[in-house]
């Protein structure tokens, strides 16, 4: 690959991140039409890779046509939300189970300090929280040693995080108690343990959303 498609591949690449944290934090809320010209001038990139991250983004779901072949940001319905937490539920205790035998020190120690500075402050930041929380499940899904397993759990926490975030659904400090479970598992190297407190926070999280409705 030449220099010129490299950068394009590396800008396309740029542009799509941009788009999917603005449709994770809801700054691109559910049902908002996308105007690709006006995204391409606000982001300063051409309407190639504009396009290129537009086409990633619907194939994976997060972007849909609606009746009139309009290109909108998806809406994940409460069926939506329970249906991923579902597929969580059937395979991420077992990531979390295999991530023991794998998931760094320095990891670990890192997923703690975030924790104990979520817990220590009385208003800690959304943004932190989520990026606490990002840092715990996807840094689960890697270290679990499955791609497959891991290119799951990532499509299926969008969804969940996109409904969450869009709704805020979050608490001051959620998951608090589960989430000190699940490291202390992974830090004992206890596969069962963390399997075991992945699924109760998983079933915590499932709980929480339906008590709102």
Known sequence: MDEAATADRSL?????????EEILSAQLSGGAVIQERRLALRLGVSRSPMRDALGRLEGQGLLVRNAKGVLTVKVITLADYLNSIAVRLLIEPSAAAQACNAISTET???????????????????????????????????ASGNRFLADIIGQMRRYTTIFERQRKLAQRKPGLADHQAILTALNERDGEAARSAMTLHLEHIRRNVLSTY
């Open 12 to 20: 396309a690449d740029e542009t799509y991140r941009s788009l999917l």
């Open 108 to 142: 670990l120690q890192t997923l703690r300090g975030m924790l104990e500075a979520i817990d220590a402050d009385p208003d800690p930041a959304p943004a932190f929280i989520w990026e606490f929380d990002d840092a715990l499940h996807n840094g689960i899904a890697s």
